[in-house]
Structures are given as C-alpha cells and as structure tokens.
C-alpha cells in the first residue's frame, strides 16, 4: 500500500508542476520505440519485467512520467486488486540517446491483458501480456546452519543460554527456463519473494527473518547463488520448544531445517571458517576432533563443571583459545598452540598439516616448518644425496629462517647460506618467469615462495613478537596479468590446467586433473588468453625461469622451464602398457609397439 501511495503522490506532482529546466520536454512525439520484450515467467503473482527501447530523436532531453492501464476497462493498473500492480517510475532519455526503460509488473490473477503505456495524457505504444496460473518454478536449494548437531532424537542448535544466533550459508539454482525476479516493492506485507525465516512466528518476540532479495534481486535461468544469513534471537531451552529455519521462494519452502536450542559455549572452527558445537563424551572430556583447526574455550564451560580434554585425535596446528583466568585444561603440552586473549606464548605451525586462524593474535614465539617432500624419495632427511625444492606461502612475518641440520644455533639466519636460497615471484619477462632472490631479512605471511637448497633439512621460520593475521585467500598475479600464484593454508586442490612445482624435477608441472596439495602449497595459473600461443599448447607450454637474478648457475639451470607429468598409456582392452614421457612439450612414443593406444582418456596412433 505504501509502494501504492508514493507513486500516486509522484504522478501528482508531475502532473501540476512545471518540468524544470530550459531543455528539458516532458512531450513524448520524439521517442521512437524499438524492440519489446518481456523477461520473466508469465505466471500469476509473480514479478515480470517489461523492456522497452526508447530512442529519443529529438533536440531536447525527455523527462515524463509513465502510467500503464488496462485498455479492456480503462483503469490504472494498481487501482484494483483484481489486476496487481506496476512500477516503472520517472523517464528519463537525453537527446539522441537510446535506453532499455524497464517496466516491473505483478499480476494477481492469470488472465490476457491489454496493456497501454501512457504519458502526459499520450498513448505511447499498446502491450499485451498472456498471465498464466501461479506455477512454483523450478528451483532447488538447501540451508547450512552453524553450531547445528543432527542426532537421532532431532537437530540441536547450540546458542549461549537464552541468546542464540543463528549463522549459516542458503544456496539456491534456478532450475526454470525463465529468470526468478524478487523484486522489493511488491514484496512488501506480501510475504513473497526470496527469503529466509525463523518460525514459529514471523513477527513473534522470539523470532527475526530476512528477506535475501536485497542480494539476491534475479536469479537468471540456470544460475546459482550462495549467501550468508544472520539471526538473532532469545529463547528457553527448558521449554522444549522446536523452531524451525526455512528457505522461502515466492510463497515456497525449497529447504527448511527443523531444531530445539541447547546452551553451549564450547566451539571450534573448521578449515572453511564454520563454527560447531565442541562435543562433549563421557566423563566430561572435550574431544577435539581432527577437523577442528581451532578450538574456543574460553569463558565458563558450564556452571561448576570442570571439563578434561582429549586432543589425542587433534591437528598439531590447532589453535586453542582460553580466557585469562582459565586453567590450562588436562591433556594440554607446553608445546600446545594456547592462545590466552589474543597472546600467545608459543606457536608451532607444521607445513605438513592444515592451518586455519579465524582471527588475529600476537604470539611471543612463532615457529613455521617447512618440509619439502619428494614423490620418488619421500620427505627430505640429511640421508639423501639430492637438491631439495618447494614453494611455500607463510602463515605470518618472519625473519629467521635455518636450515635444521645445517644451523646449529637459530639465531643465526641462514638467507645468505650457500646451501639455501630462496626466491620469491616477481611476475614474468617476456617469456620467462622471473623470481628474485630474497635479500631483505624478511619474509612476508600470505605471498608464495620459491625454496631450494644443497643439503635436505627442513628448513623453519623464525619470529618473536609477531602478529599472526587471520587466514586469507594468498594470491600474486604478475603486471601483466599472464601467471599468478594461489596458496592456500589449508589441503586444497589445483584445478586442471595449473602448474605445481615439482621437488625431483625443479620445475612446474601441468596437472592434467584436478590433484590435492598439501597445505601450505603455492599453485601457478596461466592465462592463456592472454598470450599468443601456438597450436598444441598448453602442451608445448615452455616458461624459463630467469637465471640472471644471482642465483647458483648450477641450481637454476635445472629449474628451467614448465613441464607435464608422464602419463600412463593402456591398450584397448584397458590394460597398462607402458608410460608416455613428454619430450619438447610432447608425449613420446618411444618404447610403444605400433598400434592404438589409450592416453589421457584419448585415443592416439603409434606407426
């Protein structure tokens, strides 16, 4: 009603004051109108959009009000709830310009309407628009809810006491061969469009929603949206009341999430930044399951309850976050990330294991290990007698690196050593990639690094008094937009068609499918689109690292180029026969019988 009233007050205005401005028309007989069209399910009570080109072939710029009626009985449409309502708003075209002027319907009941766009008293030009039933249209989705528990007896939300904030993730598809409006002003009161709700009561004490249209206006046909929701609200947990979540689309529910509310104030984090209820096992043990990256214990546990905890299944790099006047809980080491009001003493982070800071702290000691590992030889020893490489990205600022069997005191720093050197990527040259060598003492959190060195060690980083930042995404792209790296603190994968340094080779390699990495990994993207590239690539691909940035001469002429990992080739009836090596950017045949083998998922000729 109130979107009703502001239009009609609008169209008044317009219709006893004088356009302001000397060269400003609101007469219409210099638009030309073009191409027409509706966008949108012709469907009852659903929103559909008119286009109209408007072209204005006049000396003056138009500036009109435009009104839609019902040739059939002459009425403004808006003006009776038989028909539904409008809202197109004030026109403006300048002189000479062309513009798509939308028009926003709803119509209540199916019926062929003849419609006509009328301005300052003019009829612009004549629609009709054939509404068919109110159909639900296809769209699937579903709700993820933090600090939800799923037990045979029922979903359990977790909340503090009698206040319970609900977080989670509604993702919807548009599965119809129409675009999904949900458009605001005809939203209102109306209970339509996208949204998300609390029940049992809509507008009840206990009980908060949100619309999602303000981010969500459209979903086109065959389109997926993903969006994080927030509510707040109080409730009893003695009470037994069951609440329920739901996801709404135009009047219907696509996913809906049924729970009664327990207090808990033991959380933890899980690599993609979700909270979760920390469980609790017989005997009052907190166990930390593996997939908790960091653990929230701070404030009471319960009312006089002392809670013993089990870290025997944890990640090493798990963070634990206590109160300042909390006990270390039993189970705990000296060596255990505990982090006490955003200070920590000590921080032990292992490139080995995944890694995940929800939020940042100041730690007296930060020690990060990187091991690089070998696909033939397995993790580096002082045993092998080979040159050890990686990339690394580093979880924060650092400025003692050694090397552990080269170094016997960590106070040294060992970036000048001559068994170690370390790269970090400067983008590309040409054809070559560039990566310079580390002569400033630090080194930068977040920001890939290229790593090699003569005697295999683990090689650890070193900081006092450092600020350990939040987990973010890492990724360095070149000036010219050609190569970038992507890391990530946590396993991720490389998606086909990225490069992963090779520790035995000293050079990238093309994954040809999507492989895991681990945490800690940096991942090289080449746009190809933006390079002129020969026929066959990317399997011809051949990027130099530059070797006039004082490196070892001995070192970087075996860190050459990009390559591809050997593929496994079969015969026809699906047994391995062999393994195809790339030579000069292309498979070899060396080795192979003539005839038809299978590569790749590809058939090829050996003559």
Same mark, same amino acid.
């Given at each position: 009603?109130?979107?009703?009233?502001?239009?009609?007050?609008?169209?008044?205005?317009?219709?006893?004051?004088?356009?302001?401005?000397?060269?400003?028309?609101?007469?219409?007989?210099?638009?030309?109108?073009?191409?027409?069209?509706?966008?949108?399910?012709?469907?009852?009570?659903?929103?559909?959009?008119?286009?109209?080109?408007?072209?204005?072939?006049?000396?003056?710029?138009?500036?009109?009000?435009?009104?839609?009626?019902?040739?059939?009985?002459?009425?403004?449409?808006?003006?009776?709830?038989?028909?539904?309502?409008?809202?197109?708003?004030?026109?403006?075209?300048?002189?000479?310009?062309?513009?798509?002027?939308?028009?926003?319907?709803?119509?209540?009941?199916?019926?062929?309407?003849?419609?006509?766009?009328?301005?300052?008293?003019?009829?612009?030009?004549?629609?009709?628009?054939?509404?068919?039933?109110?159909?639900?249209?296809?769209?699937?989705?579903?709700?993820?809810?933090?600090?939800?528990?799923?037990?045979?007896?029922?979903?359990? /939300? *977790?909340?503090?006491?009698?206040?319970?904030?609900?977080?989670? =993730?509604? $993702?919807?598809?548009? +599965?119809? @061969?129409? #675009?999904?409006?949900?458009?605001?002003?005809?939203?209102?009161?109306?209970?339509?469009?996208?949204?998300?709700?609390?029940?049992?009561?809509?507008?009840?004490?206990?009980?908060?929603?949100?619309? /999602? *249209?303000?981010?969500?206006?459209?979903?086109?046909?065959?389109? =997926?949206? $993903?969006?994080?929701? +927030?509510? @707040?609200? #109080?409730?009893?947990?003695?009470?037994?009341?069951?609440?329920?979540?739901?996801?709404?689309?135009?009047?219907?529910?696509?996913?809906?999430?049924?729970?009664?509310?327990?207090?808990?104030?033991?959380? *933890?984090?899980?690599?993609?930044?979700?909270?979760?209820?920390?469980?609790?096992?017989?005997?009052?043990?907190?166990?930390?399951?593996?997939?908790?990256?960091?653990?929230?214990?701070?404030?009471?546990?319960?009312?006089?309850?002392?809670?013993?905890?089990?870290?025997?299944?944890?990640?090493?790099?798990?963070?634990?976050?206590?109160?300042?006047?909390?006990?270390?809980?039993?189970?705990?080491?000296?060596?255990?990330?505990?982090?006490?009001?955003?200070?920590?003493?000590?921080?032990?982070?292992?490139?080995?294991?995944?890694?995940?800071?929800?939020?940042?702290?100041?730690?007296?000691?930060?020690?990060?290990?990187?091991?690089?590992?070998?696909?033939?030889?397995?993790?580096?020893?002082?045993?092998?007698?080979?040159?050890?490489?990686?990339?690394?990205?580093?979880?924060?600022?650092?400025?003692?690196?050694?090397?552990?069997?080269?170094?016997?005191?960590?106070?040294?720093?060992?970036?000048?050593?001559?068994?170690?050197?370390?790269?970090?990527?400067?983008?590309?040259?040409?054809?070559?990639?560039?990566?310079?060598?580390?002569?400033?003492?630090?080194?930068?959190?977040?920001?890939?690094?290229?790593?090699?060195?003569?005697?295999?060690?683990?090689?650890?980083?070193?900081?006092?008094?450092?600020?350990?930042?939040?987990?973010?995404?890492?990724?360095?792209?070149?000036?010219?937009?050609?190569?970038?790296?992507?890391?990530?603190?946590?396993?991720?994968?490389?998606?086909?068609?990225?490069?992963?340094?090779?520790?035995?080779?000293?050079?990238?390699?093309?994954?040809?499918?999507?492989?895991?990495?681990?945490?800690?990994?940096?991942?090289?993207?080449?746009?190809?689109?933006?390079?002129?590239?020969?026929?066959?690539?990317?399997?011809?691909?051949?990027?130099?690292?530059?070797?006039?940035?004082?490196?070892?001469?001995?070192?970087?002429?075996?860190?050459?180029?990009?390559?591809?990992?050997?593929?496994?080739?079969?015969?026809?009836?699906?047994?391995?026969?062999?393994?195809?090596?790339?030579?000069?950017?292309?498979?070899?045949?060396?080795?192979?019988?003539?005839?038809?083998?299978?590569?790749?998922?590809?058939?090829?000729?050996?003559?």
């Amino acid at each position: 009603m109130r979107q009703k009233m502001i239009c009609w007050i609008v169209g008044l205005i317009f219709g006893i004051m004088p356009m302001m401005g000397a060269n400003v028309t609101d007469s219409p007989e210099h638009l030309a109108f073009g191409k027409i069209w509706m966008e949108g399910g012709c469907r009852a009570r659903q929103v559909q959009c008119l286009h109209v080109e408007v072209t204005n072939t006049g000396l003056l710029d138009y500036q009109g009000w435009w009104d839609v009626r019902d040739i059939k009985t002459g009425k403004r449409l808006g003006e009776s709830d038989t028909y539904g309502d409008f809202n197109v708003g004030e026109v403006d075209v300048k002189a000479g310009e062309t513009k798509d002027v939308t028009i926003w319907f709803f119509f209540i009941q199916p019926d062929s309407f003849e419609l006509s766009i009328v301005s300052s008293g003019t009829r612009l030009f004549d629609y009709t628009v054939d509404i068919g039933e109110n159909v639900a249209p296809k769209i699937t989705g579903n709700l993820r809810v933090d600090m939800l528990e799923r037990t045979d007896d029922g979903n359990i /939300l *977790y909340g503090d006491y009698a206040h319970f904030r609900i977080t989670g =993730t509604a $993702t919807l598809t548009n +599965e119809d @061969e129409n #675009t999904i409006f949900a458009w605001g002003g005809f939203m209102d009161g109306g209970g339509s469009g996208i949204q998300v709700a609390v029940s049992p009561q809509l507008f009840g004490p206990y009980v908060a929603y949100q619309h /999602l *249209y303000s981010l969500a206006s459209e979903l086109k046909s065959g389109q =997926t949206v $993903t969006k994080d929701f +927030e509510f @707040e609200f #109080t409730a009893t947990p003695e009470d037994g009341k069951e609440y329920g979540i739901s996801l709404d689309v135009l009047g219907n529910d696509v996913d809906q999430i049924l729970f009664t509310v327990k207090p808990c104030t033991n959380t *933890y984090w899980t690599a993609d930044g979700h909270v979760k209820p920390l469980p609790v096992e017989a005997g009052q043990v907190l166990k930390v399951p593996c997939e908790a990256f960091a653990v929230d214990l701070r404030g009471q546990y319960e009312m006089n309850t002392v809670f013993s905890i089990d870290t025997s299944e944890a990640n090493p790099n798990c963070l634990y976050f206590l109160g300042y006047l909390d006990n270390v809980p039993q189970g705990f080491t000296s060596k255990t990330n505990i982090i006490r009001d955003y200070d920590a003493k000590e921080i032990i982070i292992n490139a080995d294991y995944d890694y995940y800071c929800p939020m940042p702290f100041k730690a007296k000691t930060a020690l990060f290990t990187y091991t690089p590992v070998s696909e033939v030889m397995g993790p580096a020893n002082t045993y092998m007698s080979q040159i050890m490489s990686g990339t690394v990205i580093l979880p924060f600022e650092t400025q003692q690196p050694w090397l552990d069997y080269v170094n016997d005191s960590n106070q040294e720093s060992s970036f000048l050593n001559e068994y170690l050197r370390i790269a970090q990527f400067k983008g590309s040259n040409g054809t070559d990639l560039v990566f310079e060598p580390v002569t400033s003492p630090t080194f930068h959190s977040y920001e890939p690094y290229l790593i090699y060195y003569i005697i295999p060690s683990p090689i650890s980083f070193l900081s006092e008094d450092v600020t350990i930042p939040s987990t973010r995404k890492a990724m360095q792209t070149s000036q010219d937009g050609i190569f970038s790296f992507e890391g990530s603190t946590t396993t991720t994968t490389a998606e086909r068609d990225t490069y992963i340094w090779n520790c035995d080779h000293y050079c990238f390699y093309l994954n040809h499918e999507p492989k895991q990495v681990r945490p800690f990994t940096a991942i090289m993207h080449i746009d190809t689109n933006l390079i002129n590239l020969p026929d066959g690539l990317p399997e011809v691909l051949k990027y130099t690292l530059d070797s006039n940035s004082g490196f070892n001469p001995s070192l970087i002429t075996a860190v050459n180029s990009t390559s591809q990992y050997p593929q496994a080739v079969y015969s026809l009836s699906g047994q391995r026969v062999g393994t195809a090596e790339y030579a000069n950017g292309r498979l070899s045949a060396e080795g192979l019988r003539p005839g038809l083998y299978i590569v790749g998922g590809r058939k090829i000729v050996v003559k």
